[in-house]
């Protein structure tokens, strides 16, 4: 696609509840990263993948987060039994790699997740 | 202390005036720069990208990097209405270059 696209925009489930998150990244971008924004807090890096395999989840704020990609593509973020605290934005991006010799990371929109 | 610290703002300006945004960091590892802005509901897009220390210039955009002092600025001439946006100083290095560490980003409104 043009850019990287995600989906649910906006998401509101309520707490305890399972969500997923997917991204969509451009195309031939073999890099996807998840990003967390917070009010307040800024963005925090949580998973990076190269192709299909993640060498660092360092990011991922406990065990109830995971994250997969398939196919070197689509990516999905899940949160188990969620909290009032993972209430933020969910960025996803993507590039070419290496990443910063030049190549430039592409961010999406986001999901805007809201735990009640 | 945070590894990138960025005043919050919130900063407002006349249209046509000069803006000047910085970012403080910790980390002498970084060795790639970068400032992203961010409108409401969007997501970040790059806006400048410097490696290691100098100044990079794009149309009405100047990115300086003191790693002496670690220090990075980002500069706005001639600021318009459409430059209001949050502002965010991005920047990585030391063998995770794909990993980004942001600051918290600058409010900035540019008043007509």
């Known amino acids: 696609g043009a850019g990287v696209s995600q989906s649910p925009s906006n998401k509101v489930t309520e707490k305890g509840k399972d969500v997923e998150l997917r991204c969509d990244p451009i195309?031939?971008?073999?890099?996807l990263y998840w990003y967390r924004q917070s009010l307040g807090q800024g963005l925090e890096f949580l998973i990076y993948?190269?192709?299909?395999?993640?060498?660092?989840k360092s990011g991922l704020p406990s065990d109830r987060f995971s994250a997969e990609r398939t196919g070197g593509s689509v990516s999905t973020l899940t949160i188990q039994r969620t909290q009032q605290e993972d209430s933020a934005v969910y960025l996803c991006?993507?590039?070419?790699?290496?990443?910063?010799?030049?190549?430039?990371?592409?961010f999406g929109e986001g999901s805007w997740l809201t735990v009640v | 202390q945070k590894e990138v610290e960025q005043d919050p703002g919130p900063l407002s300006v006349p249209e046509g005036a000069i803006v000047s945004l910085n970012c403080t960091y910790s980390?002498?590892?970084?060795?790639?720069f970068m400032w992203y802005r961010q409108y409401s509901r969007k997501g970040p897009e790059l806006l400048m990208y410097?490696?290691?220390?100098g100044n990079k210039e794009d149309g009405r955009f100047t990115a300086q990097v003191d790693k002496s002092s670690k220090y990075i600025s980002l500069f706005i001439r001639d600021s318009q209405p459409s430059d209001s946006a949050t502002y965010l100083c991005?920047?990585?290095?030391?063998?995770?270059?794909?990993?980004?560490?942001f600051g918290k980003g600058t409010l900035l409104t540019v008043n007509p």
């Open positions: 991006a993507s590039s070419l790699i290496p990443p910063y010799s030049g190549n430039t990371i592409y």
């Open positions: 195309s031939g971008h073999t890099a």
């Open positions: 993948f190269q192709g299909n395999s993640a060498p660092d």
């Open positions: 980390n002498s590892a970084f060795q790639y």
């Open positions: 410097t490696y290691s220390s």
């Open positions: 991005a920047m990585s290095g030391g063998g995770s270059n794909y990993k980004l560490t």
